[in-house]
């Protein structure tokens, strides 16, 4: 992409009313414009980054053997009336009435759609497991939309819904999306802390929140610090396999968010290692048995023919926010820092001379052979002053930055960056070539 086609309005101020780092960054960067209160518009370089993540997580839920449907918006009252939430949920839900005076609601969570069809459509244990999800924008009005993308009234949800013959089926498939979990985070370059929670309005009594330590998170957590930097599980983990022994490695030490914490426990780890921290919610996972599938009718035939009510769980993740912790944890004084997974393009071309013919055939000659060979790159080919452009492109935090300039250029040379470790090294283009479309 050729930065003068592109579209990526960037903000020469910083917003006052921004309050964290993720925030301001993705205003200031053009990743996003404010439309309402916690409602945003996604603009090219956020939209590219959610579109990432968005790709990691199904690759992920896919590999788990979950699978993917997608359900609108807006839902039926009705639905919502059988399971008792419709006057529970209260004002965070946004209640619609269309032409005809029916009650809808755009979807804050869907426990209730997706149990109406799997009613309709399962009709014998034979057909279980089963784990649906989709990737679907969700509302909730909540009091106080804030710092961005983190807590908005319209975000991006990854939500899953497993069905099971018995209880302990749902067991197994919530140990399968625990440990998707892990991988996922991991596999965005972030490290995420499974800990007890509170089931708040979904319902149940076992539940793990995912983590993100954070300064800003607006979570209040305590755990055992050796959890920080448990290993992931590989990508050929057998989910077929019992991973019971795992999720009892991994829940062995302290953590619990401040709804579930219990002083008594925390004070037993060595002084050392208790970590009381903030940290951001980015995943939850809930089993709640037979709550909504007991209360809609949701029934198939077991076994010896009897029936028998589904036993369920549901396992969230929250993608918008996602975009906001990954920049809490990867950003410097210059701008965004992105980890490779997710960066909106992989490379950064800049010209220092754009009216310099040598200067841009080089760079069109790089541009093509980085392209050809599957990178995505922004080509900044305007006639800004060089220290404006490196300015920019620490702001957006690409990978990498090659610097093509003439008097490089007579050398036989160009610059490579790398945004991370800040390491500026000069090369030939054919040895950045082969730099930058080397195995990563
Ligand atoms: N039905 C269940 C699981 S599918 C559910 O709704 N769980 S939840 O309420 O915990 O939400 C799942 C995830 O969505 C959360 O872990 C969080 O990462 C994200 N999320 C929740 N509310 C918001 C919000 N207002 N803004 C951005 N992300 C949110």
Redesign the pocket.
């Known amino acids: 992409m050729r930065l003068s086609r592109f579209f990526m309005p960037l903000l020469k101020e910083t917003p006052a009313d921004a309050q964290i780092v993720s925030h301001r960054l993705m205003l200031r960067a053009g990743l996003i414009r404010q439309q309402s209160a916690?409602i945003y518009s996604w603009l090219p370089l956020g939209l590219r980054v959610l579109t990432r993540i968005e790709a990691i997580v199904r690759e992920e839920m896919n590999r788990a053997g979950a699978i993917e449907v997608l359900m609108p918006t807006l839902q039926s009252a009705e639905l919502w009336r059988e399971s008792g939430r419709y006057d529970d949920y209260g004002k965070e839900m946004l209640r619609i009435k269309d032409r005809h005076d029916r009650d809808l609601l755009y979807g804050?969570?869907?426990?209730e759609m997706i149990t109406e069809i799997v009613r309709a459509n399962v009709r014998s244990y034979k057909q279980l497991p089963l784990n649906l999800y989709h990737i679907q924008w969700?509302f909730?009005d909540?009091v106080r939309?804030r710092f961005g993308?983190?807590?908005?009234?319209e975000?991006l949800?990854?939500?899953?819904?497993s069905f099971d013959i018995d209880a302990a089926g749902a067991r197994r498939a919530y140990n399968r999306m625990f440990v998707a979990y892990l991988r996922t985070f991991d596999r965005l370059g972030l490290k995420s802390i499974p800990m007890q929670a509170d089931t708040?309005?979904?319902g149940g009594n076992l539940s793990h929140?995912?983590i993100i330590l954070a300064e800003t998170g607006e979570s209040q957590v305590f755990c055992h610090r050796d959890l920080i930097d448990m290993p992931v599980p590989p990508a050929g983990i057998d989910y077929e396999a019992d991973l019971t022994p795992y999720i009892k490695e991994r829940t062995s030490l302290y953590a619990a968010t401040e709804e579930k914490h219990d002083p008594t426990a925390f004070e037993a780890i060595p002084q050392d290692k208790r970590l009381s921290a903030r940290g951001i919610?980015?995943?939850?996972?809930?089993y709640f048995g037979t709550k909504y599938s007991k209360a809609m009718g949701a029934k198939v035939a077991g076994p010896e023919g009897q029936d028998v009510f589904l036993e369920m769980g549901?396992?969230?993740?929250?993608v918008?926010?996602?975009v906001g912790a990954i920049i809490e944890a990867s950003h410097d004084e210059a701008g965004l820092v992105w980890p490779d997974a997710v960066a909106p393009f992989d490379i950064g071309l800049v010209s220092l001379k754009s009216d310099d013919a040598k200067t841009s055939a080089s760079c069109l000659d790089l541009y093509e052979r980085l392209q050809n060979s599957g990178k995505d790159v922004l080509y900044d080919d305007t006639d800004e002053r060089a220290g404006q452009k490196f300015a920019v492109q620490d702001l957006i935090g690409l990978p990498w930055q090659v610097i093509v300039g003439p008097r490089g250029l007579a050398a036989g040379e160009i610059e490579v960056k790398n945004r991370k470790t800040g390491e500026r090294r000069t090369m030939t283009p054919d040895a950045a070539i082969n730099l930058l479309t080397a195995a990563p």
């Not at 919610?281 to 809930?286: D, L, P």
């Not at 549901?314 to 929250?318: A, E, N, V």
């Open positions: 916690g804050p969570t869907n426990e969700k909730r909540e939309p993308v983190m807590r908005g009234r975000f949800m990854k939500d899953a819904y708040g309005p979904i929140e995912f919610e980015v995943g939850h996972i809930f549901s396992y969230g993740i929250g918008s926010r996602l």
